[in-house]
């Protein structure tokens, strides 16, 4: 019978020398402890709290709601009235998806309002937005085609993809280190005398997102104008929350020395995409010559306006103001008994270092309610393992309170804290 073959044939492919060997991969990544499960929905993180479910597989946790300390829905805006509303407006009065690239049909007056709106948050010309921020790195970097780039060791995977696919000649400076990229930046100099013509791109993260730290983006743009280089910020952590929305380079006054920002649509503003903010020449550049814009079709309506909605509702600076409280009562809390909290932004990495000892602390805090599970190899270094407790401006007093008693416990019986 047809099934009968077919099972023959995946077993034929399953054991030829020639084969994937998927399984045998899969379990290699097993042996190491390196494999990871897709997390059941409860887990998706829209909410700052999820109702307990004794079935869900977090934990049989059976009290109050499970607190959500891991999600990147910072001001908590993705279930918001206001930018539910503005997403089901556009589905229905837009479509839920844009149909074709924005270069054939896929072009609405939603998209233009949201790169409107991101162009005067940043104060730039002009902006554009991709269907992710991965899709926007990518394609960015591809597209701007640098002869030499200079890439912080931290920077996310779709910055580090975006150089390989750019096929240019990539130098990893030490993590937030701006003396580091100047002395790379002379040494290339040296050894191959800068070509009249050659192009240097400097590319950084603003808030790293499993440290927390912000790179030192003055210094980075006077080592890079000592050179002539561009600067590209991907402010994916910092969107939303930073200068009245802008992100670092806005708080910081560098609007002018930053050639590329980009970020993503995805995290402070509560939906799905990605964006770059310049000058009218890079954008018109980047929407004839990224091919993750120009192959892909055009971002969602729907995410559009809830990012627009998002944006305008983090400009009016209630959201982060609730945020910053949320952030400084935690990081206090969590300073006083002892932990060591790395980083200076919103995200506040609780550093264990054992991976075991991680592990067990993520699920102590389940026990207690609290979601935020270790973050471990290859996500960060080996000894260097943590729980990234990232706060939302929708906790509560209460919830607050609750995950600092639950680190109090969790901590100890997971022999973090002393006794
Ligand atoms: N850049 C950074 C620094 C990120 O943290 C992320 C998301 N983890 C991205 C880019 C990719 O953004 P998106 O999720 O919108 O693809």
Not at 210 to 235: K, N, Q, S, T, Y
């Amino acid at each position: 019978t047809v099934p009968e073959t077919t099972e023959t044939v995946e077993d034929d492919h399953q054991n030829s020398a020639h084969g994937f060997a998927l399984r045998e991969r899969l379990d290699a990544r097993e042996q190491r402890g390196l494999r990871r499960d897709l997390a059941p929905t409860e887990r998706v993180a829209a909410r700052s709290r999820v109702a307990t479910d004794p079935g869900d597989g977090i934990s049989n946790f059976a009290g109050e709601d499970q607190v959500i300390l891991a999600s990147n829905n910072y001001l908590g805006l993705a279930d918001n009235d206001r930018v539910q509303q503005a997403a089901a407006a556009a589905a229905r009065e837009v479509g839920t998806g844009a149909g074709a690239s924005r270069l054939v049909t896929g072009d609405t007056p939603v998209h233009r309002a949201l790169e409107r709106n991101l162009a005067r948050t940043k104060d730039t010309e002009r902006a554009l937005v991709f269907s992710s921020g991965y899709a926007a790195n990518v394609g960015t970097i591809a597209a701007l085609a640098p002869d030499v780039i200079f890439s912080d060791e931290l920077n996310h995977a779709s910055i580090v993809d975006g150089c390989r696919l750019a096929c240019a000649e990539t130098m990893v400076y030490d993590h937030a280190d701006a003396d580091a990229l100047g002395a790379a930046m002379a040494r290339r100099d040296e050894q191959a005398r800068k070509g009249e013509d050659e192009s240097w791109l400097v590319v950084t993260d603003s808030v790293f997102s499993m440290d927390g730290d912000v790179a030192p983006l003055a210094a980075i743009c006077d080592a890079a104008e000592r050179h002539g280089a561009w600067v590209m910020v991907d402010e994916a952590h910092a969107t939303g929350l930073y200068a009245d929305g802008a992100g670092i380079v806005g708080h910081e006054g560098l609007g002018d020395r930053v050639q590329v920002q980009l970020g993503t649509l995805s995290k402070a503003l509560a939906s799905q995409g990605g964006y770059v903010a310049g000058s009218e020449a890079l954008v018109e550049h980047l929407a004839n010559a990224a091919r993750s814009f120009v192959f892909s079709t055009g971002l969602a309506p729907p995410a559009a306006a809830a990012a627009r909605e998002a944006l305008a509702i983090a400009r009016e600076g209630e959201r982060r103001e609730r945020l910053w409280n949320v952030v400084e009562r935690l990081r206090d809390g969590l300073d006083e008994m002892g932990y060591r909290v790395l980083g200076e932004s919103q995200i506040l990495p609780v550093l264990v270092g054992n991976r075991s000892k991680a592990v067990a602390f993520g699920e102590s805090l389940a026990e207690h309610g609290i979601v935020a599970p270790a973050i471990r190899p290859p996500t960060v270094p080996e000894g260097t393992s943590r729980i990234r407790v990232a706060p939302m401006a929708t906790h509560t007093e209460r919830e607050i309170e609750r995950c600092l008693e639950a680190f109090h416990e969790a901590g100890r019986a997971a022999g973090v804290l002393d006794e």
